[in-house]
């Protein structure tokens, strides 16, 4: 079964017609309608969606395990004892290029079909739009404190707050690709700083644009 099909068959479940879930969910109706016809795919919105029907979050987004996990509560109506929301890998965004990252800034539909076909989960529930990318080479490799390495999926919050100190994903002027850097201040002026003292420094001008912060880290083995 598609995710459409199981969309709507949750929203059956629930009772709920489009307009009513995009409520209970917090999202558009249009979001709802979207992803009903298959014009979009399903990213953050799960398990906000999954809570409004009443239905398991990882059947919703994968077709894992059952449609309900018991109870047989729609999201139509509160109960004394609630399903237990899952504590982690609850949200689920996209795996993208740097280029695609890149071009983040200029694109006028973030999430277009098609846009990814590979998907992580995580706890952390992003305050815009937000994907995951997967670090190439060494620049934030550091021999001391804080090192993220090669291979490691970091997740990218394209609305949080980009403030000094914070990692960051930018986009230079003379680059098709976003660069991975801590945003830091000196002496009243930006820079974007690799954690690894062999690579150089950047000087944050008007022309570079900050994609998004880097909210969480997952190293895979």
Excluded at 14 to 29: D, F, K, M, P, S
Excluded at 199 to 204: A, H, N, S, Y
């Amino acid at each position: 079964m598609e995710f459409k099909d199981r969309l709507k068959a949750a929203r059956r479940h629930a009772g709920l017609n489009q307009v009513e879930l995009a409520v209970r969910a917090g999202i558009t109706q249009t979001s709802i309608s979207d992803l009903e016809r298959g014009k979009s795919k399903a990213t953050a919105h799960v398990v906000k969606i999954a809570d409004a029907c009443g239905v398991s979050a990882k059947w919703l987004s994968d077709e894992i395990g059952p449609m309900t996990t018991g109870g047989g509560n729609s999201g139509a109506e509160s109960s004394n004892v609630g399903e237990a929301r899952q504590p982690v890998e609850s949200f689920r965004y996209p795996v993208i290029s740097w280029v695609a990252a890149g071009a983040w800034a200029e694109a006028v539909e973030p999430y277009p079909a098609g846009f990814s076909d590979r998907y992580e989960f995580s706890e952390y529930d992003s305050k815009g739009p937000a994907f995951w990318l997967e670090v190439k080479g060494d620049s934030m490799t550091s021999p001391v404190g804080q090192s993220i390495t090669e291979g490691t999926l970091i997740l990218v919050d394209t609305e949080a707050e980009a403030a000094p100190g914070k990692l960051v994903i930018a986009k230079l002027p003379d680059s098709n690709e976003a660069t991975f850097k801590k945003l830091v201040n000196d002496g009243g002026k930006l820079f974007l700083k690799p954690l690894n003292p062999a690579w150089r420094i950047e000087p944050f001008t008007e022309d570079c644009r900050i994609v998004g912060v880097v909210v969480r880290a997952l190293q895979k083995f």
